[in-house]
């Protein structure tokens, strides 16, 4: 071949190679990787399809890699699950778990919780405590008055004194007070009541020698306390807001100016003998404290033991106000409210009076 003739043949040559380049697929200088369909959900498969070039072609007929062929089946079922679960009691979809349970068993997903069919949950009355700062620091007082003085005293009045012994030193002061509740009884128009009130001092007095004892309450006469706060919350005082005073323990104004009320009616109070008068009221101050030993469990346990007191004080008081008129049914009332250790007050009596002072 002559050397005037190798351009020729060059020419040739690649008009050969650009043929035969036109009519094979595309050379591809680097390799795609293959894609990657997860068995996890139907969203993976639909991102990782994404990644396949749009001349890639795929059977039709041939099942994706790793079960992606469940994945067209699986956005129906959770339709299909989310129109037969019910919408959560908040009003949002179904989470995913309950849409797995329905689409499994086939079964709507019940809610005890958010079934229209239960009646409403109960409200329980908010308590009337306007002066609440004030009222929390008076009692961490008496808590503090309680811890140190009284608690100890009755702790040691019930290890020393037996316990008949304590239980005639309680029907005797509940026995003074039978006089007072038999005027506040006439005062709000129960003169049966007082009646029975002044038959049950009668009674105590005499046979139960001055009250130690309780034959009234055996032979079927009812015990029912009134005072004068009660009486003015008949009247139409009812609603009033709640005070805790130092060493009295909760009250009400309205239950302030009861105390105002009672006090001169206070048999103790009539007493000439100081000694004797601090004596019987200091008694029946460790009396009262003994009593409430029923309930320092609960109080101790509370999540805010200052809201416990005030409003199972609050819901007793009104109670005691309003049970009459409801039919006095004690069954509306708590168990561990009707007792008188559910009651955590000092009464006026107990409080010593300074010599010299009415």
Known sequence: ??????????ALL???????????DPVRSTPEPAAVVSSASASDAAASSASVPANATTPSAAPAA???????AQPAAAAAAADAAPPAADGQAPTQAELDYAAIYGEEVYDPIADPTLPDPAQMPASYDPWEPFNRRMHRFNNAIDRTIAKPLAT?????????VRLGVTNFFSNLGQPVSALNALL????????QSLGRFVVNSTLGIGGIFDPASDADIPNRSEDFGQTLGVWGWERSRYLELPLFGPRTVRDAFGMVGDAPLSPTRQLDDNRTRIFLQGLQLVDVRTRLM??????????????LVRDAWMQRRQYQILGDREGDDEDLLPDYLLDDEANPTVPVDAMPVIPGTP
């Open 294 to 307: 029923a309930v320092d469990r609960m109080r101790e346990g509370a999540a805010d033991e200052y809201a």
């Open 66 to 72: 790793d079960g992606a062929a469940d994945a067209p």
């Open 188 to 195: 709000q128009g129960k003169p049966m009541q007082a009646g």
């Open 156 to 164: 040691a009045y019930m290890k020393v004194v037996p316990r008949p």
């Open 1 to 10: 071949m002559s050397a005037r003739s190798l351009p020729l043949a060059g």
């Open 14 to 24: 690649a008009l050969a190679l650009a043929g035969c380049a036109g009519t094979g």
